[in-house]
């Protein structure tokens, strides 16, 4: 595991996953087979029965076997806001989801804007984190996007990155001069693309449906005009960034020209804008109320399209936890975020692998680059690689949020949702950290 996940850790597992279809694109691996644990390593990868099990055996018969996912955007709400959700929590619902690595935001009550700060999260996370987790430090004091925070010292404090995540960085100097530090400091700069005097604070896309329910609408030229900006500041400085969570068609050809000029440009998706439009806010369930909003069909086919070659090169869920009480509000005033950990492969595979709009092994491999861009190693199945596991079962049909969350929160965009798949092992730096509880139909 890199330096920069802290996680509570557990047995290292003595394991033999049976006869499952293993599936890992970077191995070029796509076949029945075994795969043997001793001590957390992956110690072998045979034919089926070629090798006898040693330990305990997960008969994985018709399942899926893949690395375990990784997730560079989520919202774990330490320090201040742990009504919401906890170090613990939030990492527990990663296990449930399938993910071995986790990389947190800073917008937190205070921002994680220096270096002892920044510590102390990570302590804590050694103490309570279900799975390996890392922790973004601010770009900008308090957030508030004048002053720089001390890159340096927050990079040796253990940051994965930088972000002001929430908020964008409007000012275009200030952002300048970070992306200069940037060449001394190593740390890739996250960007939240919001250009405010264009977004308005508008609760959901400017369209059609907001036109229909008097709401004020949001433009996607209030992201797509910031990257624009920030790709050509990036290009001119020789600087590494990561675009977070597109959403409009637009954005892809901004980044994709960066991409075809050389730019070290990547960026995120995440399952909300992939599977879902405008029209899904018609009814003013806050659930569907996120930031940047959900777009229109055309945006989302171009999100995939764009997943599907690489223009976007991973998947991020942005799970973003929120109270019950936030989230009744009438819609224009309930806060911006949907959750996302535990839902996000079987949406995926269901809606994307199932219906013939994405291959699998391109779904597996985005959702295995998210922490790449933040020089954390990508999970492989790999003989010596520590295990970093996860088996889906594609044959157990499930309702999102039917029997409670693993999250402390309940604002999934697809809660209530049939699905045909769900997670039924995750294996984290060696360590068994879920297990499914046989409650679904097994069809």
Not at 242 to 260: F, G, N, P, T
Not at 388 to 413: H, K, L, M, Y
Not at 414 to 424: D, E, L, M, P
Request: charged letters at 20%.
């Amino acid at each position: 595991m890199s330096g920069r996940l802290a996680w509570r850790g557990g047995e290292p597992a003595d394991l033999t996953i049976l006869g499952g279809r293993v599936v890992d694109p970077r191995e070029n691996l796509d076949s029945v087979l075994d795969i043997h644990l001793r001590g957390g390593t992956i110690a072998e990868i045979s034919e089926p029965g070629s090798t006898a099990p040693a330990g305990d055996a997960f008969d994985a018969g018709g399942m899926l076997v893949m690395p375990a996912f990784t997730d560079p955007h989520v919202h774990l709400r330490t320090p201040g806001q742990e009504g919401k959700e906890t170090i613990a929590t939030g990492t527990a619902a990663g296990a449930v989801g399938g993910y071995s690595q986790l990389i947190a935001m800073p917008n937190t009550s205070p921002a994680i804007d220096g270096p002892d700060i920044l510590r102390g999260i990570l302590a804590r996370a050694a103490e309570e984190a279900v799975i390996p987790t890392g922790q973004m430090g601010a770009i900008t004091l308090a957030l508030k996007g004048d002053a720089l925070t001390e890159m340096d010292l927050m990079r040796e404090a253990g940051a994965a990155g930088l972000t002001d995540d929430g908020m964008p960085v409007a000012n275009a100097g200030v952002l300048r001069k970070a992306l200069r530090y940037q060449s001394l400091v190593g740390l890739t700069i996250a960007l939240h693309e919001e250009d405010t005097s264009l977004s308005l604070g508008a609760p959901m896309n400017e369209g059609e449906v907001s036109a229909r329910l008097g709401l004020r609408g949001q433009t996607g030229l209030a992201e797509s005009t910031m990257i624009a900006r920030d790709c050509a500041i990036a290009e001119a400085e020789g600087a590494r960034i990561h675009v977070q969570h597109v959403s409009d068609s637009r954005s892809i050809d901004a980044i994709r020209l960066a991409k075809e000029r050389g730019l070290a440009v990547t960026a995120e998706a995440s399952p909300h804008p992939l599977l879902l439009t405008e029209g899904a806010c018609s009814t003013l369930d806050t659930r569907t109320k996120m930031n940047p909003p959900l777009r229109f069909e055309h945006d989302r086919l171009a999100l995939i399209a764009a997943l599907a070659d690489g223009t976007i090169d991973c998947v991020a869920t942005d799970h973003a936890p929120h109270s019950l009480d936030e989230k009744e509000q009438p819609f224009e005033d309930a806060p911006f975020g949907v959750t996302g950990l535990e839902t996000s492969f079987a949406a995926l595979y269901q809606e994307l692998v199932g219906e013939d709009k994405l291959q699998l092994r391109t779904l597996v491999e985005r959702m295995t680059s998210g922490c790449i861009p933040f020089g954390i190693p990508e999970p492989r199945l790999q003989v010596g690689r520590n295990a970093e596991i996860a088996v889906f079962d594609p044959t157990c049909s499930w309702v999102a949020g039917q029997g409670g969350w693993a999250s402390r929160s309940a604002n999934s965009a697809f809660a209530g949702w049939r699905f045909g798949g769900r997670i039924a092992l995750t294996i984290a730096g060696g360590v068994k950290v879920h297990t499914l509880e046989r409650s679904g139909d097994r069809s």
